[in-house]
C-alpha cells in the first residue's frame, strides 16, 4: 500500500514537488501517492479530513502556511510539513535554505545578508539564518519590518550598507519593488537569491545581478533541500539531492 502525501495550497499546479519526492522515494523503493491539493479555504480541515483517512504526511504552501501553524503548531509563525501522521509540524523552509547555500559554497554566515519581503517562507530563513556580521530586513510595508526587528534583537532595518547576500522571499515584483531592490548596495561578486521558481520574479532579480555583477540563483535548490528535509521527517531518512536538483534545473 502506497504512503499517501501531497502538497496543500492554493494555484497550485505548477508545483514540482510530486515530482520532488518521487525521485526521493525511488532512492528507497517506498511506495508513494503524492498529489497537489488546491482548495480555495477551509486549509485546517482539509488536513484533518486527511490524517483521518490515512494521510502520512502533507506539505503546506501558499497562502496557508500561518493559518495551519496556528492550529498544529502555535509556537511557530509558519509551517510547511505536518508529520508524525498529522501530530506534528515544523518549517523546513530556512533549513532548506540554509543547505543549499552550503551546497554552493555560499558563505552567509561570514556576510551582511538582506532578507526581502516577510511572507511564510521568509519567517523560516529568518528564524534560522544566522551570521557574524549583519542580518537586514525589508519589505513593502515599513511597518511589518519595524514590528519583526521589535521582537528580534539581531535583526536590523536597511539603510544603505554594503551587502554580500540578498535573499528575496518576494512573490512579483512591481517597479516600486524593482527600484528598491536597484538600490541596495551589493557588493560585486555578492549574491541575488530568488526563493521563487518558475517565476517572472526569476527573470527581473537575474537581469538585476547582471546589472550589479552579482551570482544569481533561483529557488529550486532550496526546494528540494527543503522537501528532503520533509521526506527525512516522514520516513527517517534523507534522500541524496544533487541529482534531483539537476534534474529539475534542466526543466525550469
Sequence with gaps: MAYKLGVLGK????????KIHQEFAKQHNYPIEYLIYDIDKD???FVHEFFDNEGFGLNITKPFKHIVAKEFNPDVESINCIYGKGTKACSTDGAGLLNDL???????QNMNILVYGLGGAATSILETINSNKKIFISNRTEKKSSELIGKKNN???????????IISCASSLDLNTLKNFE???LNEGGFIYDINYTNDTNLKLKDLSLSKKANFYNGVGMLVE??????RLWFDKKPSVEEVKNLLDERV
Design 102 to 108: 552550503e551546497s554552493k559554497k555560499i558563505d552567509y
Design 183 to 185: 538600490h541596495f548596495s
Design 43 to 45: 486549509p485546517v480541515n
Design 155 to 165: 535583526l536590523d532595518k536597511y539603510d544603505g550598507e554594503q551587502l554580500d547576500l
Design 226 to 231: 527543503q522537501a528532503a528535509e520533509c521526506f
Design 11 to 18: 494555484d497550485i499546479g505548477y508545483s514540482l514537488s510530486p
